[in-house]
């Protein structure tokens, strides 16, 4: 089977979309072929059987640039593949379909987001199927495509250190709490940065670290993150809370 994915960005190193590098690495080993089509092109290291092209946003192509790059990727390759995968953005879908519908082949759109806009909706009657990881992680009234298929944690990769942990003393560490994601108002830092505000400094409770892993995207996100910052050094946590 040979498959065409659309995403945002292919780069091992980005804080928000590494982990589709992964992905990528894990489809490829069931696959023959993989065209791959990014927004932006940074690091990466796939199987010889994934080729990467690259809409240009890394170079500074303007949107409409962009578009008819995606155009000819399609109207070349389409004929050679067996369907497409479209990576969380529904415009791709909208923008691809016409080429799809030409050339006869499905289309399936990978979505994760409580917003519904237009796009989502519009997408929607284009696409065959909305892959999504649970009921509340796609919203759309319509459920007769949407298909429940989980998160796609791989837990081989993702699973406790059984040594780490028997050979530790408990007893003699801090209690640690790692926090890895986004920043953002949606994955509330906010509350944990003020549990441990109570337990420090009215509880009493000294023995905790916290690690919070990831960077904001969006202007409010950075204004969010400035927030938080403030709030910790008005409480004087720096000791215990660090950003990573």
Partial sequence: MKLI????????????????????????????K??????????????ENVSVYSLGKEKGYSKLRQLF??????????????G???????????????????FRKKMILWYLHKSVKWKLKLAEKLVDKI??????????????KIEIVGHGVDTELFRPSHNR????????????????????????QKTLIEAVDVLVNEKNIKDIKVKIVGTPLENHEKEYFE?????????????????L
């Avoid at 659309?6 to 069931?30: M, P, T, V």
């Avoid at 942990?165 to 509330?188: C, H, M, Q, Y």
């Fill in 84 to 102: 497409v995968f479209v990576h969380m953005c529904p415009i791709y879908a909208i923008a691809s379909f016409p080429l799809v519908k030409l």
């Fill in 5 to 32: 994915i659309i995403s945002q960005k292919i780069d091992i190193d980005d804080d928000n979309l590494g982990f589709f590098h992964y992905w990528l690495e894990k489809i490829a080993s069931r696959l023959e």
């Fill in 227 to 243: 927030k938080l910052r403030s709030f910790i050094q008005e409480k004087k946590l720096e000791e215990y809370i660090k950003f």
């Fill in 34 to 47: 993989v065209y791959v089509v990014c927004l932006s092109e940074g690091k990466h290291s796939l199987p």
């Fill in 165 to 188: 942990i028997n050979a530790v003393n408990i007893e003699n560490e801090k209690f640690k709490i790692l926090s890895v994601g986004r920043i953002t108002p949606i994955k509330d």
């Fill in 69 to 82: 790059r995606l155009q000819k990727f399609l109207f070349k390759n389409l004929k050679k593949a067996d």
């Fill in 131 to 144: 892959l999504t990881a649970s009921k509340e992680s796609c919203r759309l009234k319509n459920r007769k």
